[in-house]
């Protein structure tokens, strides 16, 4: 069965570092553009980032550019996002999700995998 895992996330110090994964299985993983999510209780969710299915391409929120690196190895089946100088305001639950599409999308309706989400807080 079509499968997403994530893993890597915790409690950092502003300014901190992490690397979030995000495992795929069951499906043609190497077809799939991978994108990561967050969401705060009470609030939307928002689009981080993503990559396309051959990794040429990539998208950040504005919010996070600069600070958060995506790539993936389609030899794992899998995609990280590299998270630098991270502040309290990128604390939330972090979810990646997969469409078979080559290009990247930021939008959460156009993904019909998701994973079961890993939660980062940032915080002295």
């Known amino acids: 069965q079509l499968q997403l895992v994530e893993s890597g996330g915790g409690l950092v110090q502003p300014g901190g570092s992490l690397t979030l994964s995000c495992a795929g299985s069951?499906?043609?993983?190497?077809?799939?553009?991978i994108g990561w999510f967050r969401q705060v209780p009470g609030k939307e969710r928002e689009g981080v980032s993503c990559i396309s299915s051959s990794g040429d391409s990539r998208n950040y929120v504005d919010s996070v550019k600069g600070r958060f690196t995506i790539s993936r190895d389609n030899a794992k089946n899998t995609v990280y996002l590299q998270m630098n100088s991270l502040n309290p305001e990128d604390t939330a639950v972090y979810y990646c999700?997969?469409?078979?599409?080559?290009?990247?999308?930021?939008?959460?309706?156009?993904?019909?995998?998701w994973g079961q989400g890993t939660q980062v807080t940032v915080s002295s």
């Open positions: 069951g499906f043609t993983f190497d077809y799939s553009n």
């Open positions: 999700a997969a469409r078979r599409h080559f290009f990247c999308s930021l939008r959460g309706s156009d993904y019909y995998t």
